[in-house]
């Protein structure tokens, strides 16, 4: 887990050098938040459509900065379908 933080936090702060420290802590957190809620109603059949799974295979390659784009719109379908503030908007 130590390893994803500091990859994701090194990939938010090459995009984003403006960032101070405290919003890229909240953002890497954000994100891991998001990802273990995702899998774990992946996991519990609460979900419909293309897995996060089955979203990095096919899109191997993208994985990174072009993987976002990806993610964010899995995050909004989160959003729409759970209403919850872990998937609000953030910077």
């Known amino acids: 887990m130590k390893r994803w933080r500091e990859v994701l936090a090194k990939n938010i702060y090459k995009n984003h050098p403006d960032m101070t420290e405290p919003q890229l802590k909240e953002n890497v957190q954000r994100i891991l938040d998001r990802i273990i809620f995702i899998r774990s109603c ?6 419909y459509g293309e ?9 191997r390659d ?25 998937f609000d908007e953030h910077y």
């Open 51 to 59: 897995t996060l799974q089955e979203m990095v295979l096919q899109r």
């Open 62 to 86: 993208d994985i990174g900065t072009a993987f976002m784009p990806t993610l964010k719109s899995l995050f909004r379908r989160y959003d729409r379908d759970f209403d919850s503030e872990l």
């Open 42 to 47: 992946e996991d519990r059949g609460l979900t």
